[in-house]
């Protein structure tokens, strides 16, 4: 069964740091790009990262550059997103999904995850 599981979301202050991890069964994520995306309450769904297979370039949205990194762990079958510097605007769930290559298309990528909630606040 293919299937992508989120975890690592939680609350923390503004300024605090999270680690989000993306892990696969059923097939081996380094053969796809991993793109991390986020829909806050009211709002369109987010590109927020991408990693691709072929030569690990990773990809960010204006808005978390500087602050996130994405980052892959073959031999564990696990992506992660590591959020620094974090903002009340960042909170919202965050998905992971798979693609050929990294788009900031949505439509593009093909199984995700069922999301995992940060939630920045004081």
């Known amino acids: 069964q293919v299937q992508l599981v989120e975890s690592g979301g939680g609350l923390v202050q503004p300024g605090g740091s999270l680690r989000l991890s993306c892990a696969a069964s059923g097939f081996t994520l380094d053969y796809y790009a991993i793109g991390w995306f986020r829909q806050a309450p009211g709002k369109e769904r987010e590109g927020v990262s991408c990693?691709?297979?072929?030569?690990?370039?990773?990809y960010y949205a204006d808005s978390v550059k500087g602050r996130f990194t994405i980052s892959r762990d073959n031999p564990k079958n696990t992506v992660y997103l590591h959020m620094n510097s974090l903002k009340p605007e960042d909170t919202a769930v965050y998905y992971c999904?798979?693609?050929?290559?990294?788009?900031?298309?949505?439509?593009?990528?093909?199984?995700w995850g069922q999301g995992t909630q940060g939630t920045v606040s004081s």
């Open positions: 999904a798979t693609a050929a290559v990294c788009s900031r298309d949505g439509a593009d990528f093909g199984s």
């Open positions: 990693i691709s297979s072929s030569d690990g370039s990773t």
